[in-house]
């Protein structure tokens, strides 16, 4: 799978930016800053297979695995039909674009949403859909490490 020539801005980035806005406005529209900056994912990766579920907006997420073992990289590329959920959805392949499966599988996204105090400013929906988006992350991760 081709990736786009689009770099996200590293996670360590993104919280910066978090911590210098102030209110929560500036922070929802950074977040949509972010989902508009993310390339849109072809119609050919738009499948059921790349649905991921448990989200109330739709969201699609197409992985590549290369390498094998605890040692595979894994690329993620995804979207969103909600702007709000585009941004989430950037932000999530910030912090595990391009990282091993091993290292996708200690990653504690819990700990960074809750530093960017994302769950207390998200409906419970937008909450239960990022956390089904990680968890579908580390699945792909799980079944590369396993291969």
Avoid at 8 to 16: G, K, S, T
Avoid at 32 to 56: F, M, Q, S, Y
Avoid at 114 to 121: E, I, M, W
């Amino acid at each position: 799978m081709d990736q786009p020539a689009f770099t996200l801005p590293p996670i360590d980035d993104i919280v910066a930016d978090f911590e210098l806005l102030d209110e929560w406005e500036d922070r929802y529209r950074y977040v949509i800053e972010l989902g508009k900056a993310l390339p849109p994912l072809p119609d050919a990766d738009r499948t059921t297979d790349n649905k991921v579920r448990g989200c109330a907006s739709q969201v699609w997420l197409a992985t590549s695995i290369d390498g094998e073992g605890a040692d595979a990289h894994l690329r993620f590329r995804g979207d969103s039909d909600a702007m709000i959920v585009r941004g989430l959805v950037a932000i999530a392949l910030s912090l595990f674009d391009d990282k091993s499966a091993a290292d996708i599988e200690a990653t504690d996204a819990e700990a960074l949403f809750d530093r960017l105090d994302l769950r207390a400013h998200l409906t419970a929906q937008r909450s239960n859909g990022l956390r089904a988006l990680v968890d579908r992350i580390k699945a792909d991760a799980q079944r590369a490490r396993a291969a």
